[in-house]
């Protein structure tokens, strides 16, 4: 079974930022060893969730490992992301959607923290 994983932003006006939810999609990938990684937008951005995995289905993905890449589990979480996934899902039959919690609550979130603090 080949598992893709998709990186899933808001998205922003600002290409730039875009381009950086595209650059961690990529050392997420390098890092893990992963073949398959695709970062995905729900606004703002291309491509969007749907794209990303038709693109990882074309690979011959038969499961697919969704990472919000939103800090808190807000309306776009509860509210978006679980609606589009259900509708994807009706789409692609046999293609096994998982969607992780947001960043909120993960251990090495005050780490991060922390370290902004100290390397100012």
């Known amino acids: 079974m080949k598992t893709g994983i998709i990186l899933f932003a808001h998205g922003s006006r600002v290409e730039s930022a875009n381009d950086a939810v595209r650059a961690v999609a990529a050392q997420l990938a390098h890092a893990g060893g992963f073949p398959h990684v695709e970062a995905a ?5 291309r491509p969007g969730l749907e794209d990303a995995v038709t693109c990882l289905a074309s690979e011959g993905v038969s499961s697919v490992i969704v990472i919000p890449y939103f800090l808190t589990l807000g309306l776009h979480m509860e509210r978006d992301l679980p609606r589009l996934v ?10 096994q959607i ?17 370290d902004r603090v100290r390397n100012l």
Do not use: C, Q, Y
């Open 86 to 95: 259900d509708d994807i899902s009706l789409k692609n039959k046999g293609l």
């Open 41 to 45: 937008f729900l606004e703002l951005g």
């Open 98 to 114: 998982t969607v992780t919690p947001p960043l909120d609550g993960h251990p090495a979130l005050v780490h991060v923290l922390l």
